[in-house]
């Protein structure tokens, strides 16, 4: 019997499916897609890998097939701060496009496998094809936009509705319309600043009482985007 | 005897000045830029007033000339949040390619001078300029890692790394050259979450014992970038 998941997974795992269905890359001509087919590399990590150090430039733009890639953060007294790009997601538009070095370090998790595209051929695929251009900005934006959002409610909401908006923002990270559940740990909430495991536990549980999420498999699936939204923002 | 602020502000008031001192607009060719500032309109406003409410969509691109544009967002249960966009920056590009509703309302602070610039126009001027497009989606790429990061900053830097952490962004909001100091309040640097304003004002003083910022007419001013970066990021 096959797992539910790996059928998933195994869709995703060619490179010309993912770019035909994503909304970025379908609207490029057949030509560009089968150059950037060629270019991908898939790659397999049983354990976390260091994939890009903070400072230096990126050089890859992932698409998580299963997964995640962490952006991390070490402070010098010992802390540690990870935001997941998780299955089904882009990791990451941002520092493709941005000319600085990365402001923090990306890390695989366990049992990951990615597609990379090569930085410099995405590039060369999108800078000339107004639609594409728009259409990442627009993606690029409402990243930004959403995490603006967050900044303004630290002060304001409660935890509840902090949880229910890093939902929002952990999902609406570039994904294809072939996303399903979001895979994130308790532990990962916890880093963004919500506290322990335990608490991120029952404020999860408090989004499933009413509705708004469902748990399955370890996964969180957003059962109404619309209430999650109206729940986050206050 | 006129006051050097208000020489600054001559210089920034006029639409063609500024959009050929931006990064961005510099790159168009002359017929646009013209066009531009054909579109462009001055507004000022002695106190504040809502610019743009949630849910709905951003209708202009401005520039701050004087005062600044506060991203705002209310609790239920009265709380409020504001995110301030200052003399010299845009307000806000993420908007204006967004394709969905706002998620917190623009008002002008008080005493404030904008150039209000139309988004159609906008959009129309550079959909089709391969080197604006890039320019864009490199500033606002920069800022949703500059976001991303003080996300991940939250659990494991102290009060103070986080406050030079938060002068690196509002100071790199996609800002033209002749930026100088950030007009920011105490009040403002509090309500994203550092606290009451005698908090910050300490805060701010240890950045100026560290020759990090000075502080000149109410204004901070940035001495060294390169070592407000090294305080912010660990």
Redesign the interface.
């Given at each position: 019997m096959r797992h539910k998941k790996y059928e998933f997974e195994e869709i995703i795992l060619d490179p010309l499916n993912v770019l035909q269905s994503d909304d970025v890359f379908s609207l490029l001509p057949l030509d560009r897609i089968n150059q950037l087919t060629q270019a991908a590399r898939v790659e397999d990590y049983r354990t976390p890998i260091l994939l890009e150090s903070?400072g230096t430039f990126a050089e890859y733009l992932w698409f998580v097939v299963a997964g995640s890639v962490d952006?991390?953060?070490?402070?010098?007294?010992g802390?540690?701060?990870?935001?997941p790009i998780t299955q089904g997601h882009w990791a990451t538009?941002?520092?493709?496009?941005?000319?600085?070095p990365?402001?923090?370090d990306f890390w695989s998790a366990k049992s990951t496998t990615l597609i990379a595209f090569p930085k410099a051929e995405v590039?060369t695929a999108v800078?000339?094809q107004?639609k594409v251009?728009?259409k990442?900005?627009?993606q690029?934006?409402?990243?930004?936009?959403?995490?603006?959002?967050?900044?303004?409610?630290?002060?304001?909401?409660t935890a509840e509705q902090r949880l229910a908006h890093l939902l929002l923002i952990l999902s609406s990270r570039q994904h294809t319309s072939v996303t399903k559940g979001l895979k994130v740990t308790r532990e990962h909430l916890g880093?963004?600043?919500l506290g322990t495991r335990q608490r991120v536990s029952r404020l999860l549980g408090k989004l499933v009482q009413q509705g708004v999420i469902m748990i399955e498999n370890g996964q969180i699936v957003i059962s109404s985007r619309e209430r999650l939204e109206k729940l986050a923002?206050?």
């Open positions: 903070r952006l991390t953060l070490y402070s010098k007294e802390g540690i701060a990870r935001l538009w941002a520092a493709v496009f941005g000319s600085k990365l402001e923090f590039i800078h000339d107004p251009m728009l990442i900005l627009e690029v934006s409402e990243n930004a936009t959403l995490l603006n959002t967050w900044i303004l409610t630290a002060t304001i909401l880093m963004v600043g923002l206050i």
